[in-house]
C-alpha cells in the first residue's frame, strides 16, 4: 500500500512560520507527515486521528519525540473540550492514502469490499445507512455532497437492491461519471465530515494564542467553502462598518494557496488541494 504523500506541505509551514518551541495542534494525523515535519522543527504537537490504524505510526512518532508528541485518538472536533492555548491549529482534510487503498475499508469503487467508508470503527457503515435512511435522505445526501443529478433514480434504485458491496453499488449507477461523487458524497455523511469540521472550526478561536494561526488544506468545494466563509467571518469586522466606533475583526487572512503543477505531477492527490489560513490579532 502507498503511503501517505503530504499535500501543500511547504505551503503550510511557510504559512505557520516560525514554530519551533511553539505548541501545535496536528488535527489530522494520518501518516504523520504534517506531524513530523513539525517536530522536526522543533514543535510540540498534539495530534488527532480518529482512524485506529494510524496507532502504529503515532506510537512509532512518540517514540521518537517523547514528551514532545502527545496522540489523540479521536475526533477532532474533540479539541472543543481541550482547556489550553495552541500557536497553530492545522487540518489537512479528507482520507489518507492508506483508506483509500486499503480495499477493505471500501472507500474505493475500484475494489470489491463490503460498503463500510467509516473513517473510525464506531457509528453505522453505509449499509447501516442504507436501511436507516428514507429515498429522500439518500436523494438529498447525494445531491447535497456530490452534486449527482439522478439522485432520486439512484436513491431509488439503493433502497430497491439495497447493495452491500462496493461493485454492487458501483453497478447500480448507470452513468459512470456519477460513480466517483455518489461515493464521496456517501463517505461525507457516513462520517459527518461537514459537521465535523463546523464544530471544530467553533472552537478555533477560543483554542488559539494571539498570534496563533489556523491553516486548513480542503480536497473538495464543499469543505472549501465551509473554511472561507468561516474565516470570512472571523475577518470581517463586527456591527456597522460606517460608524468610526466599529471593533476591529480578530482576524487577519494569510494568502491562499494551491498546488504547484510540479507538485500535482508528482502527487495527482494534491490537484484539488486548496489551502486556506488566518491569523489571530488580537
Ligand atoms: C489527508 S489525511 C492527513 C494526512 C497527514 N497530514 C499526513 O501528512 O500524513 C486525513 C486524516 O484525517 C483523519 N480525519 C479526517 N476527519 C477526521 C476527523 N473529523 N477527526 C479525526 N480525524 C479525522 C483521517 O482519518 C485521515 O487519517
Redesign the pocket.
Known sequence: MIK?I?VLLGSVMDAIGDIHAARVID????????TRAFLNAGANVLA????PN?LDDAKQIKQEFGARFEFIAR???AMAELNDTFDAIVF?????SM?IDNPERGFSFRADAPLDMR?SENGPTVVDMFEQWTVADISRVLRDYGDVRPAVAIANAIKRKMPTTTFELRDLIHNPRDVAPVFQALRIAV?D?MG?LSRALDSVPNLLNVGGRCICVTFHSLEDRIVKNTFRDWTTAPGDSHLPQVAAARFELIRARTPTIQEITQNPRARSAHMRGVVKSY
Open positions: 501517505h503530504p488535527a489530522t494525523f494520518g501518516a504523520g507527515g504534517y488527532f486521528d480518529r482512524d494510524v475526533p477532532f472536533s489537512d482534510l479528507g482520507i489518507s483508506q473513517m462520517n465530515e465535523e
